[in-house]
Every structure is written in C-alpha cells, then in structure tokens.
C-alpha cells in the first residue's frame, strides 16, 4: 500500500469522524433528496430569472396557504397530501408577453401524478401551469404538466434504463418536457438512445463523474415560459 | 481499460476503500471507466483519434472531484438548493431539511459540514497534486451553475 493511500485514508477518516460527530450519528446521505431538492429549487430559480416579467415568488402548502420555509416532500405524495413535517412548494407568477396574462407555475417535488390509465407515477421534480378555473390539480388535464424531471444520484453511469423510464412516464403522464439529471456520466447506448428520440428528452450532461449540471434547463424553460400560448 | 495504467487515481481509490468506502469507490470506479471509453471514442469529426491517450493528471482530478463528491454530495446539494432559495425569496426564506428526509441537519449545521467538507477538498487536494485546489474548482463555492 502506498504512502499517499494512507495519508489520503487518513484524511478521509478524520473527515467523516468530523461529520459523524456533528450529525450525531445521523445519516451522511438522504439517498437523493438532497439532489431533487436543489433541482427543484434551481429550476424555480430559473423561471424566476427568466420570465420576462416576474410578479411574485411563494412558497405554499398543499392547501394553497403561504409558507416562509421550504420543506422538501419526505416520501412521494399526492399533490394535496399532508405529511409531518408539512410539505411545501413553490409557485410563480409571471406576466406573459405579448399580452400580458398572468401565468402561474408551480414547482412540486416528489409528487405523483394520476396517469392516462389511472394509476399514480411520481415525478421528482415538476413544473406545472396552474389552471384554476379546470379544477384540482391532480386530475389529468388540469394543470399543465411542463417540465417532468428524474434525479439521480449514482455515481455509476445512467443506462438505457433511465431513457426508457422518462420516455415511459412522459408518454403516461402527458408531460411537454421530460428531463434527467445524473450525477454520474452517462452510458453509450443512453447517450444513442437519448439522440434518436427528440429533443423533448434532454439529458444534463454531468462530466467528470461526480458534478451535476442542470445549465441547460433554464434556458429551455424560460423559452417554455415565454412561449407558454403554443404549448 | 483499466484504472491500473493510472497509479494516482488508483491509489486515491485504495484509500477510500481502506476507510471503509469499498462500495462507493467501487461506484466511482464504474464511473470513471464508462467516462474513461467515452472521452477515448472516436469522435465524429476526428475520428482518427480512437484510443486517445488521457493523460494521468486529468484522471486523476476526475477521480478526485468524483470522490468529493460522493463524500459530501448532499451537502453540497443542500447548500445550492438554499442559494437558489435565497434569490428566490430575497433571503426571506428558509430551508428545512426534516428527520423523514433522511438527512437531519439545520442551516447551521449545513454550514459547517460544508466547512468541514471545503477544508478535506483543499487538504486533500494539495496532498495529491502538491498545489492548492483552485479557487473556483470548489464545489461549495461554486454555487448554483
């Protein structure tokens, strides 16, 4: 064994003897909250900067109620559901040019949604266009689904699998947009299958293993935004 | 392919297996091999370049930020998800990450594991590559990208 291996395991188990005694024995890892949590908040952070005119940004609980703390959804839920500690999201407004209607989006975390067929799929992260006057939200059709994304946090590569799922659930879930964030690279037949089916599936690049890159949803976002009457 | 032609990175990997993070670095392993095949394909313009050479240093920084990152990746994420609040909210608002979330920690707890975390990242850093990690290298102060 070499020398730098033991000097670099040494600073490793200082490090995570360090943390442990700050957590308190809690877990190191919330096996990809934290991951869902970021995306979620920076993709609203996104549409905040880029709508061309942002109104108001609020977080709100499944009531609708405002909320000054942002509490991520523990285990996936219907969009109404209470938990403890209460779930919240965020919601946007925005003036949509040219004419000027107020547009709302929410950004939920971990909801399922009610598919074609009945059956529930959770998204991890979501963008909807509120539509009150078409009823609640989780029925099918009445909020605007238009941005479905899938975290994950592996420090394997993403495979076909992944691509498969998000075509899957885009289809059942009649989403405009479905997106992947990886935190590892991804693998060659994701990579071809991901170039064959569209530029509606859009997979954030992550290399080197290990850094998560979501640069690019803003961007496709803010012009779903802009765009919003030919959605 | 193999991580054997590059004796840094392999040893970097060794060392977290020897503090008890075998399967993580077996993970990170997998990662960099697929990275590894991808970044020595042929590319569609120059496809005279199949087997490329990638040199050890650029190895072995992917390597290193992957292993940081598997380190400490909820933490980091955590800490971009609350910058991303801070714009949205105008410093207004707070982020609370609950027991059921599996990662029970308060902003300030956050913020010293994420002290805690820049400190390994730059001491380790400077053990591998004998120089400081740059400034911007970072994750903790890369923010949101």
Same mark, same amino acid.
């Given at each position: 064994?070499?020398?730098?291996?033991?000097?670099?395991?040494?600073?490793?188990?200082?490090?995570?003897?360090?943390?442990?005694?700050?957590?308190?024995?809690?877990?190191?890892?919330?096996?990809?909250?934290?991951?869902?949590?970021?995306?979620?908040?920076?993709?609203?952070?996104?549409? *905040?900067?880029?709508?061309?005119?942002?109104?108001?940004?609020?977080?709100?609980?499944?009531?609708?109620?405002?909320?000054?703390?942002?509490?991520?959804?523990?285990?996936?839920?219907?969009?109404?559901?209470?938990?403890?500690?209460?779930?919240?999201?965020?919601?946007?407004?925005?003036?949509?040019?040219?004419?000027?209607?107020?547009?709302?989006?929410?950004?939920?975390?971990?909801?399922? *949604?009610?598919?074609?067929?009945?059956?529930?799929?959770?998204?991890?992260?979501? /963008?909807?266009?509120?539509?009150?006057?078409?009823? @609640?939200?989780?029925?099918?059709?009445?909020?605007?689904?238009?941005?479905?994304?899938?975290?994950?946090? *592996?420090?394997? @590569?993403?495979?076909?699998?992944?691509?498969?799922?998000?075509?899957?659930?885009?289809?059942?879930?009649?989403?405009?947009?479905?997106?992947?964030?990886?935190?590892?690279?991804?693998?060659?037949?994701?990579?071809?299958?991901?170039?064959? /089916?569209?530029?509606?599936?859009?997979?954030?690049?992550?290399?080197?293993?290990?850094?998560?890159?979501?640069?690019?949803?803003?961007?496709?976002?803010?012009?779903? /935004?802009?765009?919003?009457?030919?959605? | 392919?193999?991580?054997?032609?590059?004796?840094?990175?392999?040893?970097?990997?060794?060392?977290?297996?020897?503090?008890?993070?075998?399967?993580?670095?077996?993970?990170?392993?997998?990662?960099?091999?697929?990275?590894?095949?991808?970044?020595?394909?042929?590319?569609?313009?120059?496809?005279?370049?199949?087997?490329?050479? #990638?040199?050890?240093?650029?190895?072995?920084?992917?390597?290193?930020?992957?292993?940081?990152?598997?380190?400490?990746?909820?933490?980091?994420?955590?800490?971009?998800?609350?910058?991303?609040?801070?714009?949205?909210?105008?410093?207004?608002?707070?982020?609370?990450?609950?027991?059921?979330?599996?990662?029970?920690?308060?902003?300030?707890? #956050?913020?010293?594991?994420?002290? #805690?975390?820049?400190?390994?990242?730059?001491?380790?850093?400077?053990?591998?590559?004998?120089?400081?990690?740059?400034?911007?290298?970072?994750?903790?102060?890369?923010?949101?990208?």
């Amino acid at each position: 064994m070499s020398a730098l291996s033991q000097q670099a395991k040494a600073q490793v188990q200082n490090v995570l003897a360090k943390w442990k005694s700050i957590l308190g024995g809690a877990a190191l890892a919330g096996g990809g909250k934290a991951l869902e949590t970021f995306v979620a908040l920076e993709t609203a952070r996104a549409i *905040w900067q880029c709508a061309k005119v942002p109104q108001s940004a609020s977080l709100r609980n499944g009531a609708g109620a405002q909320k000054f703390v942002y509490v991520p959804r523990g285990a996936p839920g219907r969009i109404h559901s209470l938990g403890t500690p209460e779930p919240t999201h965020i919601r946007i407004g925005a003036l949509q040019p040219p004419t000027g209607q107020l547009v709302e989006l929410e950004i939920h975390q971990s909801v399922q *949604w009610q598919c074609r067929f009945g059956a529930y799929h959770e998204l991890d992260v979501c /963008v909807i266009k509120v539509r009150p006057h078409f009823g @609640p939200k989780d029925a099918l059709g009445q909020a605007r689904r238009l941005l479905g994304v899938e975290c994950k946090q *592996w420090a394997r @590569p993403a495979d076909l699998g992944v691509g498969r799922q998000a075509l899957a659930l885009r289809h059942l879930l009649l989403t405009r947009r479905q997106a992947i964030v990886t935190t590892g690279a991804r693998n060659r037949s994701l990579a071809n299958f991901l170039a064959k /089916v569209g530029p509606r599936y859009t997979y954030y690049p992550s290399r080197p293993p290990g850094k998560v890159g979501v640069t690019v949803a803003p961007l496709l976002l803010g012009m779903d /935004v802009v765009n919003d009457a030919k959605i | 392919m193999a991580l054997e032609n590059y004796p840094k990175a392999q040893q970097l990997l060794d060392a977290m297996r020897l503090a008890g993070w075998e399967v993580q670095a077996a993970q990170i392993e997998a990662g960099v091999l697929d990275w590894l095949v991808l970044e020595s394909a042929p590319r569609d313009e120059v496809p005279l370049d199949f087997g490329r050479a #990638i040199d050890e240093d650029t190895v072995t920084r992917v390597v290193f930020d992957a292993m940081a990152m598997q380190l400490f990746e909820d933490v980091y994420h955590l800490q971009r998800a609350r910058t991303a609040l801070d714009v949205l909210g105008q410093g207004q608002f707070e982020l609370e990450v609950a027991q059921s979330f599996g990662l029970s920690a308060g902003p300030s707890q #956050i913020d010293r594991l994420v002290e #805690i975390a820049t400190e390994f990242r730059a001491s380790l850093h400077q053990l591998i590559f004998e120089e400081p990690p740059p400034p911007t290298s970072a994750p903790a102060q890369r923010g949101v990208m």
